[in-house]
């Protein structure tokens, strides 16, 4: 097989698994923008039914909202990331441990009892995302390619 040829094939896996990660960023920024409607637009009940307790406390309910602000931010990365995931690759280094440490401060609280079983669905929805994109991040170093 002549050098043209392997290099056409590998630019077609490359395409193929590019047009791939596209779609999962933009996937992932829909995930960020559900939690960022529910949280930012109805934060008492989205607190309630995270943790099991009212939002009373008006500067804790500034807190709180103020985080799923952040999550709406995220959702405005991944849609960027989606657009040109080689381009935006720190924002996707970024994202991952958002996610990791998000996840990880969910399922502790959830561990220590102070969190309703709900916020497993942020837990194993991140872990999943983390996951994904670390992947895609070990394909970029892997295709040689900066982050």
Known sequence: MNT????????VIARRELHFYKGLFFIGALWNLLGAVFGYFDTAETYRSFFGVALSDPLQFA??????G???????GYLMVASNPEKHTGIVAIGTLGKVFFAWKLLSLYSAGLAQPIV??????????????A????????AHRAL
Do not use: E, H, Q
């Not at 952040?70 to 405005?76: C, Q, R």
């Open 4 to 11: 043209t040829t392997l290099d056409s094939k590998i630019a």
């Open 63 to 68: 807190i709180y909202r103020g985080s799923w």
């Open 70 to 76: 952040t999550t709406l931010l995220y959702f405005l």
């Open 120 to 133: 497993l669905i942020v837990v194993i929805g991140d872990a999943i995302f983390a996951a994904l994109f």
């Open 135 to 142: 992947l895609y991040l070990v394909r970029m170093v892997m």
